[in-house]
């Protein structure tokens, strides 16, 4: 009886290992399933994707102030190092690492910057991801995409060249620019310093001045309003601008010589005033002009009416003097016979006709009073 005991004793054991043993086999599986989920996504979040690794290069003109071990950057923001540099003929190849959760554009591009010419350089990838293709690791920014400031070198001999210019080969071309610049800024220390102590008042207290900024900015604002509802008009008066320009340089010629017709009607005027004035010229407009001024201001319909027939008048007249056989008025000058001497005396006055000589007294008289 104890041996049956014994043994249904040892067979429940049994069952109890068999069953611990399954169950641990159970929890290793989940567990290995488990880790190779995890693996499989923390592969999968720093993937090529997500930029991660240090198979990333640059091919940069000039690596001058960049080290291995410098920053890399995005806005500032440090996002890996640099790990190699490498010459490879007319540039350098930058090698670098990139931290893994942060996407980067194919086209991004690379810029060295420092905050001053004597420090260190990081290396500032430039543009941010919106889609499409990644940089992945392996892949190089070409030289293109890649860009560097002027090196300290070529500012120190650019500066060099440029103070050479000014004395060069010994001459003393600098030396009488600064004696110049002291003659001309000699006296003007006083107005200086009030131009900057009222510089510094207006800094201490700029509300004011911000505030007639802004009041400026508003009052201009229906200008501008008006300027772009008119643009139209605007573009044609300026692509009209030169021509206009071509003509008033003619129309100004003419303005000048009828301002100096004005300038002689007025002295001409006043000589007449000084000389007239008085005892002539404004009795003469407050008497006789002053009267017909006023009968032809009583007699306008009539004057009127009279104005009225004269194109008539004008036009018949035209017609007698055009048409054949009109009415005409014959006149001859008359003549006085003188000697073949006398008028040779006379001159271009004589007319010599038929073996007699006659002279028009009239052409005499016009020759000998200039006309």
Not at 33 to 42: F, K, M, N, Y
Not at 192 to 207: G, L, V
Not at 313 to 338: D, F
């Amino acid at each position: 009886m104890r041996g049956i005991i014994s043994r249904l004793g040892t067979d429940r054991a049994g069952k109890r290992r068999r069953a611990a043993i399954a169950v641990g086999t159970v929890a290793a599986m989940a567990a290995v399933v488990t880790t190779v989920g995890l693996s499989v996504a923390s592969a999968r979040d720093v993937g090529p994707d997500m930029a991660g690794g240090d198979g990333f290069c640059a091919d940069i003109s000039d690596t001058i102030g960049l080290y291995v071990g410098n920053r890399v950057t995005q806005m500032g923001i440090p996002v890996g190092k640099v790990e190699k540099i490498e010459s490879r003929g007319t540039h350098a190849r930058v090698t670098f690492s990139l931290e893994p959760g942060r996407k980067y554009p194919a086209d991004v591009k690379a810029v060295t910057r420092s905050k001053s010419l004597l420090a260190d350089r990081n290396l500032e990838l430039v543009g941010n991801y919106a889609g499409g293709p990644t940089l992945v690791e392996g892949g190089c920014i070409g030289v293109d995409n890649a860009f560097t400031p002027k090196s300290i070198s070529e500012v120190a001999g650019s500066a060099s060249d440029f103070l050479k210019a000014l004395s060069d080969n010994g001459g003393d071309d600098l030396e009488k620019v600064l004696e110049g610049a002291d003659r001309a800024f000699a006296g003007t220390g006083t107005q200086a310093a009030k131009m900057f102590e009222n510089a510094a008042r207006a800094a201490q207290n700029p509300d004011s001045f911000i505030a007639d900024i802004g009041t400026s900015i508003r009052d201009m604002a229906p200008l501008t309003d008006s300027a772009v509802r008119n643009w139209d008009q605007i573009m044609s008066i300026m692509n009209q601008a030169p021509n206009v320009s071509a003509l008033g340089t003619t129309l100004f010629y003419d303005v000048a010589r009828f301002c100096q017709g004005v300038g002689w009607t007025i002295a001409l005027l006043y000589d007449i005033q000084r000389n007239y004035g008085d005892d002539i010229l404004w009795p003469l407009l407050h008497g006789p002009v002053e009267d017909i001024v006023a009968y032809g201001a009583q007699r306008a319909p009539e004057l009127k009416e009279l104005l009225g027939v004269t194109p008539s008048i004008a036009a018949a007249m035209r017609e007698q003097e055009s048409a054949a056989g009109a009415l005409s008025v014959p006149y001859q000058a008359p003549k006085v016979a003188v000697s073949k001497a006398e008028c040779k005396a006379l001159g271009g006055a004589c007319d010599q006709e038929k073996g007699t000589t006659s002279v028009n007294p009239l052409s005499i008289l016009l020759q000998k009073a200039g006309f």
